[in-house]
């Protein structure tokens, strides 16, 4: 088992060393379907929508909706932003799920940047909004003494939004790879239990067809022993016989629904809660055009 | 694989990279998908509002003719029933006038029928008289053979006269 970063697929030798990584070329695939889709259902709009319209519409709208009810009406230029950066979170780490590609959110250097991101537009706007005195003398407040302290959390911020995002995603794959190892090496483990005699194999074998054939268990668990017990019974079997050496029959199935949580699930989470506090970032920064004045 | 990352660690080509990517995706969506169909939608909206004013609009307009068209239509009728009326009155008062002159221009018609008749009997009576006198007289000439004065013969004559007035 080895735990790394993006792997490197080669080096451009100019500027000491361009390094292609994995995020790059995930992000460039990203940043293609991304543009080509909008590209694509921007075009050719009419009045009486069809179906792909009514749908682009739709998500249109609830971004926007959304945006706006956690920003304020006043707000409403960020929407292209953060649909931006949440369809380039959530894109980016459902593409590890392909197999080929790593999760471009897995690399700390893509979360720094987009945390580094929102922090600058907040700071500009913050800035632009309340003036730069304002914006220095919020620092002192309440008391001077916490200057220090509200410095270090303006510096939190990205870091903090950074490393959520990249350690969960990079953390679900780090958990998948664990798995992996551990389920080859436990069945490796069973394996060479069962081959060592043919009693095992023989004694598994009747055990797992008598409960799938006489018991006939109604719920999935049971037939989800069953079948594992047949399986053992079969690879113990083949390795007995020196067909096969620890097959890692155990890595069927169990991954899949884990990957239901890591990958699908975290990624959806992460963009999600990454695009919120973006917005809740920005729209601090961006008080409503009443208040801006005060 | 040439190698790889660190697990934990920045590469600042791969940030770079990563915010070309992020600011071309925004720019992208913000001018092929959120302005357009953003536009569409409040187009749409727009159409849509103008559509339903202009309707109802109409409808106001509608009701109100109706209204308009009732209240002439109803005027009208009354108007008629009123010429009508008006018809019969007139009507009614014209055949009085013509009957009431037709009456009285027959009772003056009869009247001065009734007049000339008298007339023409006191012309008759009074010629009969002349006949009378001047046969009388002559008669009696004859019976008393000379002339009487002029005073005689009128005393005579009324008295006949009053004689034959008495008698007839």
Known sequence: MNITGPGIYFTIPILGG?????????????TLVLCIAAVKLGKNLTKRPGRMQVITEKGVTMITDLVVEAMGEHNRRWVPYLA?????????????????????????STTATWAVMTSLICWYQSIKNFGLG????????????????NIVSEIAQPVSLAFRHFGNIAGGGVITTMIYWALAGASAALLRLIASSWIAVA????????LL????PKKLMGKALAIVMLALGVFG????????????FLQVGIPAVLSLYFDCFSGLIQAFVFTLLSMIYISNACPPPEEAGK | MEGFENFIGLNPWTALFMLCNLVIVFLVFKKFLFKPVQKMIDDRQQEIDTLYAEGEAKRLEAERLHADYSAQLAGAREESARMLREANASAQQQR????????ADAAALKEKANADIALEKKKALNDVKDDISSLALDIAEQVVGKNLSGADQNALVEEFLRDMGDLS
């Open chain 1, 203 to 210: 004694a598994v074998l009747v055990l797992g067809g008598a």
């Open chain 2, 96 to 103: 009085e006038q013509i009957l009431r002159e037709a009456k």
């Open chain 1, 213 to 216: 054939l006489i018991k006939k």
């Open chain 1, 84 to 108: 931006a950066l949440f369809l380039s979170s959530l894109l980016g780490s459902l593409i590890g799920m392909t197999g080929i590609f790593r999760s471009t959110t897995a690399d700390l």
């Open chain 1, 237 to 248: 079997a083949l390795q007995k016989l020196g067909l096969f050496e620890s097959v890692p």
């Open chain 1, 134 to 149: 304002a914006w220095l003398k919020g620092f002192t407040e309440p008391i001077a003494i916490m200057t220090p302290m």
């Open chain 1, 18 to 30: 361009i390094r292609v990584t994995q995020t790059v070329v995930s992000a460039l695939i990203v």
